[in-house]
């Protein structure tokens, strides 16, 4: 089926380094996500993106963080500066939007773990 | 605004067993919900999906009804495998919305 990947799957860094975390969406999708989940326990949603901007983050989206995707490239969550509460896993996700329906099912990454120490 | 309520952290349950997760939801427009599984260092990935009221959906043994009356959209097996242990997420959307929102989540352990 369709694949989202996502680099690195993990990442530990000192606070207040920077990190990007990358994202290859599933070909020919529209919408792009970041979510975050701690611990295993609640996907939190972070920000979406469509047609090279953003179009809705939550209050977890810290001016620290940055989306972008440069040219059809990777989708990408920059942190900078990171702090202690940004460990997490952080799922990439997308979705189609066919007819412009932002109602179609997400396809998830793997996670891309990180931990800031 | 729009939520999504699972009431169960941890589910345990011998195999064989029957299973219902609950998931309820708030939204003034009309509802898409999902019902995703992660299991344990994997990618979330779709079990069922609905947006018709009263109309069952089912996916390898799983199945959900969506009820707009009540708002809910309870996930239900007959028979639950060891292969089934694995975190269950409801998640809702609408067309006026921008993304999904997810549930709690609820933990499925499934024993011997």
């Known amino acids: 089926g369709p694949k989202v990947l996502q680099i690195p799957s993990h990442q530990i860094i000192d606070m207040g380094q920077m990190v990007t975390l990358n994202c290859d969406p599933v070909?020919?999708?529209?919408?792009f996500y970041w979510y975050k989940q701690i611990l295993g326990q609640q996907m939190e949603f972070l920000v979406n993106?469509?047609?090279?901007?953003?179009?809705?983050k939550s209050k977890l989206f810290k001016d620290q963080f940055s989306v972008e995707r440069p040219d059809g490239s990777y989708f990408t969550l920059k942190i900078q500066p990171t702090a202690l509460e940004d460990s997490a896993v952080y799922f990439c996700?997308?979705?189609?939007?066919?007819?412009?329906?932002?109602?179609?099912?997400?396809?998830f990454g793997e996670g891309s773990k990180l931990t800031v120490l | 605004g729009d939520s999504v309520t699972q009431t169960e952290g941890l589910v345990t349950l011998t195999k064989g067993l029957p299973v219902m997760l609950n998931c309820t939801y708030q939204?003034?427009?009309?509802?898409?919900l999902f019902w995703y599984v992660q299991h344990l260092n994997e990618a979330p990935k779709l079990l069922l999906k609905?947006?018709?009221?009263?109309k069952r959906t089912e996916h390898q043994g799983f199945y959900a009804t969506l009820h707009k009356s009540s708002s809910s959209f309870h996930l239900q097996k007959s028979s639950v495998q060891l292969s089934d242990s694995a975190l269950y997420f409801c998640?809702?959307?609408?067309?006026?919305?921008?993304?999904?929102?997810f549930g709690t989540g609820t933990k499925l352990q499934v024993v011997p």
């Open positions: 996700a997308s979705s189609s939007g066919l007819g412009g329906r932002i109602t179609g099912q997400l396809y």
């Open positions: 070909s020919n999708h529209l919408y």
């Open positions: 993106f469509y047609n090279g901007k953003v179009m809705e």
């Open positions: 939204t003034t427009y009309s509802p898409f």
């Open positions: 609905s947006s018709t009221d009263n």
């Open positions: 998640a809702l959307t609408h067309n006026s919305g921008t993304y999904q929102r």
